[in-house]
Structure formats: structure tokens, C-alpha cells
């Protein structure tokens, strides 16, 4: 299938698809190279397709996620990315999208930002069962990222992303919604979640933070601007691309999630958990991207012995343990920690809901409410022990060692 590569109004680069695999065959004519999507090389007037490539896999639905397989096999086709072109590619993350050949398509008329999309590829998705030969598939869901259960939904003319949890405890929509909870007291920029419930399973619900005119970059693009040396560290590296591209705020952003993460203990911050938002037309960056998917953290797979001892608890994207990635935060100046003095209230209540005793019982509640209570005495322990230091000296080099040494004594 020959197609070109849109940038909402913007023509960037001819393709060819491979009509069996979907995936990139040819690049042609490049019309617009700063339009190319972020961290695709563009050099002696050739593109990277297998870094295009990459991209565009991206785009599709991960093999992983959960009732992935399922779906495909009531739609009848072989892999996800199949998908992506029965949707022209649009997403309602970013704006770009593939117009095929001889056709005059314009964004204005298929974009989901300002147009409605079908139902049919979420209700499968969803478990429903469909004819799959009278299915409309233009729908965001099939362009939508991450492993758990997601549908975009259109309520009284917003688009919401509702996001079920893993089994057995489907802890984490109830954790999107304590992760508000705390960031709304700390005063950190967030994406507020709420709860659902849809056949007895809670669901998150958040709204749609991109819009007709801007996109969401996630950190993995960032990251691609430049080759990493080897000496340097992944924070800084990131920071750096950051400010290749001219992205600010980067740091101030990573203290707060950072530290968000450490109470939170968030397993799986990976680089497309957080990004930068940019305008799609003039490619101005905004800044980064509040804070979104915050789910997988308060020990959401653990029985509440392992909440307990945190002996099994994974950090990303820049250190494996959270107490070594806490020595990353550059300030805490910002941080007043009083302000979460209801926290055990927070979730209690949140995990109180009544439909939720199928799912997490009080032992449960308990033992998530002193393990985040825990972190929240550390923190304010290292976060004291950092702000009294810094007041001694600026010199950065010796504050980093003191940070060091007390980090080392800590369990988290
Ligand atoms: N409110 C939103 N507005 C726009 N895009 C969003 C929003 N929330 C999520 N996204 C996009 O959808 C992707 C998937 O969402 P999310 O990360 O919440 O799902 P997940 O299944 O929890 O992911 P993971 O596999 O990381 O656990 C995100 O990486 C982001 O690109
Ligand atoms: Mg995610």
C-alpha cells in the first residue's frame, strides 16, 4: 500500500506498506524531515526505516497486552500493527497518521480528536463478540500503547482512556486514583484518575490530556536524539536530550516524579510513562507531560508479606532500587510533606470502596497504608538530612556524597 506519512496538515515522507505485514518497505519522497517523528535520523537525505519502523511497530497494540491474542483471533487477523492501517494510524496521543495513496483524506475530517470513532475495536477488545465482517474499525483503541486493558471512550463529548488492572487484585485503577490523591496534596502537574466499576471489575478513568493541536513525545523518542556515551548516566543523558531539543523544565519534573515514585513504590516507570508535550503545527515543545500511569506501584502483584519486607520491589527508568534513584532528585525545596498527613486516610478510603472486597481485603489495606506511611518517615528523614546539608554547602560535589551515605542506609 502506497501512503503518505501526515503530520496533521503536514505531508512528512512517502511509504510503502507491506500489504501482508504492515510494516515500512520503502520510504520515498521526504517532504518534511522536522516533522519526522522524533528520534528517526534523517541524514544525507536518507531515513532510518528500521528506527521508522520501530516507530510505527510502537504504534500498534503490544503483543502483551492482556486479551491481545484474543481479540485478534475474533478479528481474524494476524498481529496488531494489521490494525494500524484500518485506522489510518490516528491516535489520540499524537497527530500523526498515514494518508493513502490517490485519495484526498483531510485530518480535519477523520482526526478522533473532533470526530467520533467506533465502539466495535474497544468492545472486542473488551471481550465482547463481533461479526468481524461488520466491524467499523476506526477507532483509536487500535493505535493505543501499554499492556493492560483499554478502551477510549466518549463521554458528553470528552475522550476518556479507561484502563482496567491484572489480576488477582486489580489493584491498580484503585492506585491511579491514590496517585492523585497524593500528587494533587504535593501539588505535582498530574492527570486525575477516577474509579468505575463495568461488570463488577474497577476501571480508571482519566481524561484525554493531548489535544487537536498538541502530542505527547514519550521519553523513549526523547531519549533517541542522541547516541548515549558511555560514561554518562541515563538521567543525564536524558536531560541532556532534553535540552537538545530545547525542553524545559525536565529536571524540576523529574525531582517531583522521582520522588512521587519512591512513596508510591512504582514499579514501572519505564520511558514511555511519562514524556513531553509539543505542538504538532510549529513542533514548540510545552514542557513534560504531566504525570500519567501511576498504577503499577503500592505493591499492586505482591501478597501483603512482600508489601511488607519491599525486598521485591523493581525501580525504573534510571536506577533499580528506589532509594539510589532518590538520590537523582536535585531539590526538595518544593516538597512539603505535612500535606500528607491524611494519606492512610486516602487509602483507606480509596481501597474501602464497596464493591472492592472481591478483590483487596483489609489485611491488604493495611499493610499498603504502613508500607506508604514508611516512606513517607524515610523520605522526609532524607529530604531533612539533604535541605540541612545543603544549607552547610552549595558545593554539589559534596552534597551528592552526603546524599550518598544516607541513601546507602536506606531499606527502599
Ligand atoms: N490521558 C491520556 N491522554 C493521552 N494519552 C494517554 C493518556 N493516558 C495514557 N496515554 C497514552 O496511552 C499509553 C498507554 O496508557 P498507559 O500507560 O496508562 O497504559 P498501561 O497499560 O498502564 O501501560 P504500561 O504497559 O506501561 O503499564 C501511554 O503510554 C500514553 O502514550
Ligand atoms: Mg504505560
Known amino acids: 500500500m502506497k501512503c503518505i506519512l501526515m503530520h496533521k496538515h503536514i505531508p512528512v515522507a512517502g511509504l510503502e506498506l507491506d500489504d501482508v505485514s504492515s510494516f515500512i518497505q520503502k520510504i520515498g519522497t521526504v517532504y518534511a524531515p522536522e516533522h519526522l517523528p522524533v528520534g528517526v535520523v534523517y541524514k544525507n537525505d536518507i531515513v532510518d526505516r528500521r528506527a521508522l519502523n520501530d516507530w510505527w511497530t ?6 502483551s497486552r492482556s486479551g491481545a491474542r ?15 492501517v484500518r485506522c489510518y494510524g490516528l491516535s489520540l ?33 473488551f471481550g465482547a463478540d463481533r461479526d468481524a465482517n461488520h466491524l467499523d ?20 463529548g470528552k475522550r476518556y482512556l479507561v484502563k482496567g488492572g491484572s489480576n ?37 478513568v482519566c481524561e484525554d490530556f493531548v489535544d487537536a493541536n498538541t502530542e505527547l513525545i514519550s521519553a523513549w523518542r526523547i531519549l533517541g536524539v542522541r ?32 520522588t512521587l515514585d519512591y512513596i508510591l513504590a512504582n514499579e514501572d516507570r519505564h520511558f514511555n510513562n511519562f514524556g513531553a508535550l509539543r505542538n504538532a503545527e510549529t513542533l514548540e515543545w510545552i514542557g513534560m507531560a504531566p504525570v500519567y500511569d501511576s498504577g503499577s506501584s503500592l505493591g499492586y502483584d505482591k501478597v501483603p508479606a512482600q508489601l511488607r519486607s519491599e525486598k521485591d520491589v523493581v525501580c525504573k527508568p534510571f536506577k533499580n532500587h528506589h532509594a539510589g534513584q532518590l538520590k537523582l532528585v536535585t531539590s526538595f525545596d518544593w516538597l512539603d510533606l505535612s500535606r500528607l498527613s491524611d494519606v492512610g486516610e ?29 516512606r513517607i518517615r524515610n523520605l522526609a528523614e532524607f529530604a531533612q538530612s539533604f535541605r540541612s546539608q545543603g544549607e552547610l554547602t552549595t558545593a554539589d560535589d559534596v552534597k551528592e556524597n552526603i546524599a550518598a551515605d544516607y541513601g546507602s542506609k536506606m531499606t527502599l
Open 58 to 63: 510502537e504504534r500498534s497494540i503490544p503483543a
Open 93 to 125: 496521543s499524537d497527530q500523526y497518521w498515514i494518508r493513502p495513496a490517490g485519495t484526498e483524506l483531510q485530518w480535519e475530517d477523520i482526526n478522533f480528536f473532533q470526530n467520533d470513532f467506533s465502539d466495535d475495536v474497544g468492545d472486542v477488545l
Open 168 to 204: 488477582p487484585f486489580r489493584q491498580q485503577p484503585f492506585n491511579e486514583v491514590i496517585a492523585t490523591g497524593i500528587m494533587e496534596r504535593l501539588g505535582i502537574a498530574h492527570v486525575p484518575y477516577r474509579l468505575i466499576w463495568n461488570d463488577g471489575a474497577p476501571y480508571s
Open 346 to 374: 486516602l487509602i483507606t478510603e480509596v481501597l474501602s470502596d464497596e464493591n472492592a472486597a472481591d478483590y483487596i481485603d483489609q489485611r491488604r489495606i493495611m499493610a499498603i497504608r504502613d508500607s506508604v506511611q514508611r
Open 227 to 258: 547516541k548515549k556515551n558511555n560514561s554518562k548516566s541515563l538521567y543525564q543523558h536524558f536531560v541532556d536530550c532534553c535540552n537538545v531539543l530545547g525542553i524545559h523544565g525536565a529536571v524540576p519534573f523529574l525531582d517531583r516524579m522521582i
Open 137 to 156: 474499525f476506526s477507532s483509536p483503541d487500535n493505535t493505543s500503547d501499554g499492556n493492560l486493558k483499554k478502551r477510549w471512550k466518549i463521554i458528553d
Open 70 to 84: 484474543e481479540a485478534l483471533e475474533k478479528l481474524g487477523l494476524a498481529n496488531t500493527r494489521m490494525l494500524l
